[in-house]
């Protein structure tokens, strides 16, 4: 526990906030050593909208996260999403600056940079730019050109941008809970460091992760992040639905659909009655398993709908032999998988978490992969030499510090 190599996590939902303490040993292995959640009060849809409600709930599932880790957590690597972030593919070109033409870091650099180039409104800041592939004059499809030969370097890159004023709200919510910021990461990037083996994202595959207001999308083939996108539906959705159809209140709607709920109506039983309450708690009627499914599963089909819509307007549908990948909340649904393979084309499974050696049983489901692949791109994306991390402290590590202050 005394490692410096601990960082953490935070994955602002729209229906709950998870941090993540996790610690990596020598063999590069990540254990989640804490947690902490929180309803996502203050936020919706992944902006903030009041200030005080968010502090508050920022601020319960870090404490938690310490408690349980015993450690201090000072930054976090923190996901970003909602309908106001947008993606582009960008192109840059540069002349290889060397006399003898072997490309350097510094090349790709500016290549890079060029690609960055590309008119973005005042309003928007950058989050990511992600290289796709490089060409070497008229060679494509290179990963890394550095120590090839070549006058001209071309990079095909994936550009996310922000809205300021979201991203903004968001940091200064940080800053308010004491609390700096490692990397800020799209959250459609982080489900591929949790879910994908580099294969899948090699043949192709989309992951579509169903929230609580949003459902996230996210496209990987030949390697690298190709597409990004927002449906502006999720689960909370469903439950709206539930709520009306059935006439009771939100609550307990939701505990239907939690209980009882299926995405596809013909794999439920039909003789089956479930007790619904009266908006007011009171015991209400009974109606079939199958009425409930049947509500559930047009939205659901309008949800899956949507990101096919996005797919055949990014033209990518071929693209995907690996098929659909399904994770966040609404794929505990049961159902969800098999109403999906009958409307996609394509295989489509739950996502596993891999490249994680330790997680809580609690922390398996689809509600926390993002959470997960906070904490992988956090680690992959820093210095593994000791020394430069330890904005996670141990307790511990604080006390010996401490200690030789005070001798
Ligand atoms: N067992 C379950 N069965 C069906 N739905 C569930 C279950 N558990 C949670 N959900 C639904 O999942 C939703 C929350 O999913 P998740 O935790 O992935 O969202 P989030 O991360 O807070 O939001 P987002 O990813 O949209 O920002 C809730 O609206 C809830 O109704
Ligand atoms: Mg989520």
Redesign the pocket.
């Given at each position: 526990m005394a490692s410096e190599n601990i960082i953490a996590a935070l994955?602002?939902?729209?229906?709950?906030?998870?941090a993540l303490v996790g610690e990596m040993d020598e063999e590069g292995r990540i254990y989640v050593i804490g947690h902490g959640l929180a309803s996502?009060d203050g936020l919706r849809?992944?902006v903030v909208v009041d200030m005080e409600k968010a502090v508050k709930s920022i601020t319960r599932a870090i404490e938690d996260a310490q408690l349980v880790s015993g450690t201090e957590i000072d930054s976090v690597t923190v996901g970003i999403?909602?309908e106001h972030i947008r993606s582009i593919n960008s192109h840059g070109v540069v002349a290889v600056s060397r006399s003898d033409n072997e490309i350097t870091t510094g090349d790709v650099k500016r290549a890079i940079e060029a690609a960055k180039t590309v008119a973005i409104p005042v309003d928007r800041e950058i989050i990511h730019v992600i290289p796709q592939q490089f060409s070497v004059d008229d060679q494509s499809g290179i990963k890394d050109p550095v120590g090839m030969s070549g006058v001209r370097l071309e990079v095909e890159a994936h550009i996310v941008t922000a809205s300021v004023t979201t991203a903004k709200n968001i940091y200064r919510a940080l800053e308010r809970c004491h609390l700096d910021v490692d990397h800020v990461v799209l959250?459609g990037l982080a489900l591929s460091h949790a879910l994908l083996a580099e294969a899948e994202s090699e043949i192709g595959v989309i992951v579509v992760?169903?929230?609580?207001?949003?459902?996230?999308l996210a496209v990987f083939y030949d390697g690298a992040i190709r597409h990004t996108g927002v449906v502006s539906l999720?689960?909370?959705n469903?439950?709206n639905d539930i709520a009306i159809g059935l006439r009771t209140a939100l609550k307990h709607a939701?505990e239907l659909?939690?209980?009882y709920?299926a995405a596809l109506a013909s794999l439920v039983d039909p003789e089956e009655m479930i007790p619904v309450p009266a908006a007011d708690g009171t015991v209400g009627k009974e109606v079939s398993r199958h009425v409930l499914a049947s509500i559930i599963e047009p939205r659901t089909e309008e949800i899956l709908s949507l990101v096919i819509r996005e797919i055949k307007r990014a033209n990518i549908g071929d693209l995907l032999a690996g098929g659909l990948i399904l994770?966040?909340?609404?794929?505990?649904?049961?159902g969800t998988v098999e109403l999906a393979e009958q409307l996609f084309d394509m295989p489509v499974k739950l996502g596993q978490l891999t490249n994680i050696d330790h997680t809580p049983d609690e922390l398996q489901?689809?509600?926390?992969?993002?959470a997960h692949g906070l904490l992988i791109y956090g680690f992959q994306n820093e210095p593994h030499q000791t020394g430069h991390r330890g904005q996670v402290k141990s307790l511990l590590k604080r006390f010996e510090n401490w200690i030789s202050k005070q001798f």
């Open positions: 994955d602002i939902g729209t229906t709950k906030i998870c996502a849809r992944g999403a909602g959250e992760d169903i929230g609580g207001d949003i459902t996230n999720g689960e909370k469903v439950t939701e659909k939690q209980t709920g994770t966040g909340g609404g794929s505990l649904l049961p489901d689809g509600r926390f992969t993002a």
